[in-house]
């Protein structure tokens, strides 16, 4: 169905275009990201202005960046936003000034355990500035002379942008997919959900579908809060949900569980992680995270979860120059996206039926579903799924409860349910 | 109680006479079975004529055997029905004829993987015939002229026939327990579920009871769907029941549970299995099996579990000439009918009471159920046993549940209860 | 907040002038027990005169002891009851006459397994009398002539008395702590519970409270059988409570579990234990036991848990002379008020309450609860702890619920729900 090569190829060739682009939460560096996604699929764009209240936020105003150095008494450019985008802190206000180094280092940022990397630091909702840089060069600065700052920073009355793609679907019911669209160059979180999403959407539009199936890039919390805020009239439209982030790391799968634990979507991911030969991880549902704290906040409860490989703050490159191109591979975003459509796979099929004839096995030899000789030990797999089909088809078990408890294979137990509805021993509950 | 001496070679004798009759669905040796159950406990023998419809399924011609042989081209016969009846496929249409060895082939059944054995093969829903043979014989047939088929078989409008047995008790309520007997020579998969019900019913009727329990003989799953298609205006009265199969070879005692999985019978009947020393096994409930098939399908869905030592499919010598008289022990099917009894002992028992003095402890020192010099530290069980049925007599709680819950022999709490209503602690429920 | 080293020396000072009296369930013992603990609390003592009919009991005559001793044909006296009060069966009758040692034997009690220590025997509701003594001293007593039994103990129709002192909190609910004054010289079945519950009522009554607090001092059965006859009309007030004994050995702390086991105070006490560095032990609720016997009787059923270091019948020194002052250590007995203390902090505070900005997250921001630079993995454990309690304050869940999903200290939980209320963002629910 899916050509690896082919669209392993095109994924890393997106990941490559998306990577330099100086993303925030607002400004051109979003609108770009979501044109160049709009090239692959039609994105709707949606615009929020400055200042409109959404819950209890409100909309900043939209930040943009043209330029950003320190210069050291001999005017060397020491840190120069033009070579990395996370010296600079996200929302750093306009500033062209001189400092002694005690000054200078109180808008300083760097990690003193991971010495060689950049941190990536914002300031949103504080009008401040700063500069981030790796702790070895942090202690080689010296104290002779003063430094120049120069920020060209603009801060407008614009919009708070982001885009949604539904494919819809038979029935109104939405699958919610939803990832972030607002940090700078870092690959595994934030680029790698992107990148993921837009192919797996690509993919999907092509084929008739059950369920309508929403994407969203947003900016994280104050794009989800608003996105919400928006759509609050139809949030009872969606069936359940995930959130992508951290996929094209080397770690095995980790699902992290909605709010209740206990959602379809909980029971269908976990399936798909545990029935592969390789370890995973269940992580329970908790308020720290990315944009599943707003779908589901108490008020809102949406069964969202999070399929991802290593969670975010759990490896080492997170938030750092070091979450670049060479951290992530490609075979693990393409690996992950193998693992969303296999979620989606049992999404679509996950039936409840009704055995037609309930009162003791129907005469399956009559319908040509056994075979002649019986030797009561030689029963195929399909015939035992045949069983467990017409036994647990009483309204109360989906397809997947039944692969669940007969341990045979989902794929399985949903083709013998298509033959035996075929043969009118089933029907849709 | 027993005499296990007695019965042991009531058991045996009743296995040896039973084991030469070749029995399939319908026809003489099924009714031969019958009338030797009928010699130990009188049992109700009912017909259901061929064509008769029983759910989604048609009761089918009678079918009997009188001879069936291959001869090779010497004449030499080297296939004998009345050598093993497992030679010839049950239900083979009649043939007389000549045939190739390639020919032949085509109705041949071996197993390669014990090549010495009898498989044990059906057809009785295709009108074919067939003869079973261990692969060692199989591979040595030479392709020297032609080979004679000769099968006297014979096809009529009959009857479907089984026996039934109703000990009735003083409530109306049933305890079902159900063998099959349509296999061949076969000891552990059928003829063992045969002699225990049949010893079992023998004592049981002997005493007074509180339940009814009723015995079926029937021939597997045409025999069980035929007893319940004519019998469903009353199976609101059965409360519970067993499958009795494979009781006889020499593993530990396994209990496949109910399809809910939570009836009382269950909890009896892990009980039981887990108050003995020896180890034993609980299995979920499958739609694979034996006539649970039929009991537990979704619009019949009685609460029937099965009670087995080594269950179908698990041992080697399932549907082979090798289950037969030396794989089975008479003492094993002895101890399983103990089993059967400790099962029974608890469902008369298992009343639930209520404490007639539920505000505090009751005086039992002036009622003579305490010892005079109290030192804490000096109760008895039967004092234990006390204290936990007052305790939890408040109508929700059995004996077993008190049983479970204090670790304390039912048999003991059982007692406790027997003097505790004597003295007007306790009344039932 | 405490003084460990006063309160210890107080606690121990007061174990030391309770330890010598001779306590049974009524008499002088118990009385001037009451009047001890009422130095230190205000007890409010009740009196039920004898022959009052208490649900099935009928209050006994007082008991009051003077002098008991057993001489030999010499003269010598080989028992004296004022050498220790366990030599004499607790309720013997008055006696005065020669007996052989045969006739002797029947009334004397030891323990052969443990030959150095005299037992702990009563007998309340059998006109009796015995001896205890030491096997090693039993032993040795000669056949030479006769022994001379004096009992000057006295039977009058008196008052079973018991203490009880209530702190009135903002609420009309109680907890009950009940602790038993019946035992003889015995330190930690017995004294450690009275002398606890004595120091915990007179800290507690120093704050103001949310709950109510209801102490009882009252002898072992008979005395709570009493309490509850004659206070049935306000159990409802009873929110939960605690069995107090056993509270000064060396070993870990033990909790017994409410009779349904899923109380909010087995919550309560399950966390405290198990938030703390040391083992410690959970116990299912069993009928048999102290006073949770009679509180939770099926007609009662009061929510009441035990809490206590090593249970009763656990440690060899139970119900023996070695159950002494040596036995005991003032600092087990200290930490075991800490552990109450700890419980009684949660019960205090575990409130539920509604997050008053239940669509998405409310600004942290803006009203300076979260820091200015955002760096995603820099958050506090108080941000974190913001964080779960305003997801989770949704009516259902409580501040110990919600510091048992995030695994944070409840005391920074409650920390963060009192900064969020102040804030506005909460609301009791």
């Not at 996370?86 to 306009?94: E, K, M, N």
């Not at 539904?166 to 972030?180: A, D, S």
């Amino acid at each position: 169905m899916l050509n690896k090569n082919q669209i392993s190829e095109n994924m890393d060739k997106f990941m490559k275009t998306l990577f330099p682009i100086c993303r925030s939460i607002t400004g051109k560096g979003v609108k770009q990201t979501l044109e160049l996604i709009n090239e692959l699929i039609p994105l709707e764009i949606k615009y929020t202005p400055t200042g409109t209240k959404v819950f209890d936020w409100i909309i900043p105003e939209e930040w943009n960046i043209n330029d950003a150095y320190v210069k050291n008494s001999k005017g060397e450019k020491i840190i120069d936003f033009s070579k990395s985008n996370l010296h600079l802190v996200s929302y750093s206000i306009p500033i062209k000034t001189k400092l002694s180094l005690n000054e200078l280092k109180e808008h300083l940022f760097t990690i003193k355990e991971q010495p060689d990397v950049i941190p990536y630091v914002t300031s949103y909702y504080d009008k401040n500035w700063g500069f981030c840089l790796p702790y070895n060069q942090y202690i080689q600065l010296d104290d002779d002379g003063l430094y120049e700052v120069f920020i060209d920073s603009e801060f407008s009355n614009g919009n708070l942008i982001y885009g949604e793609f539904l494919i819809p679907g038979r029935l109104k019911e939405e699958v919610l997919l939803t990832c972030y669209v607002c940090h700078p160059s870092m690959c595994n979180d934030n680029l790698s959900g992107i990148v993921l999403l837009t192919f797996l959407a690509s993919h999907l539009k092509k084929f008739p579908l059950k369920y309508s199936y929403r994407f969203l890039f947003i900016p994280e919390t104050i794009g989800s809060i608003t996105w919400i805020s928006k759509n609050e009239q139809n949030l009872s439209n969606i069936k359940f949900g995930l959130v992508s982030t951290c996929l094209a790391d080397s770690g095995n799968m980790t699902y992290k569980k909605t709010r209740s634990g206990d959602n379809e979507i909980d029971k269908i991911t976990e399936y798909v992680l545990s029935s592969q030969a390789k370890d995973f991880k269940i992580m329970d549902f908790s308020p720290l995270g990315s944009d599943e704290r707003q779908f589901c906040s108490p008020g809102i409860d949406l069964p969202i979860g999070s399929l991802m490989r290593t969670p975010y703050l759990s490896f080492p490159e997170y938030h750092t120059s070091n979450d670049n191109l060479d951290f992530i591979k490609i075979e693990n975003l393409f690996d992950s996206l193998l693992n969303y459509l296999e979620v989606i796979f049992i999404i679509e099929n996950n039936e409840i039926f009704k055995n037609l004839n309930p009162k003791c096995e129907p005469n399956l030899g009559i319908r040509g579903l056994y075979p002649s000789f019986g030797a009561g030990n030689k029963k195929t797999e399909l015939i035992k799924a045949f069983s467990w089909v017409l036994n647990f088809s009483d309204g109360k078990h989906s397809l997947l409860d039944i692969a669940i408890k007969s341990k045979i294979d989902f794929k399985l137990i949903k083709k013998a349910s298509e033959i035996l509805l075929e043969k009118n021993l089933l029907i849709l509950d």
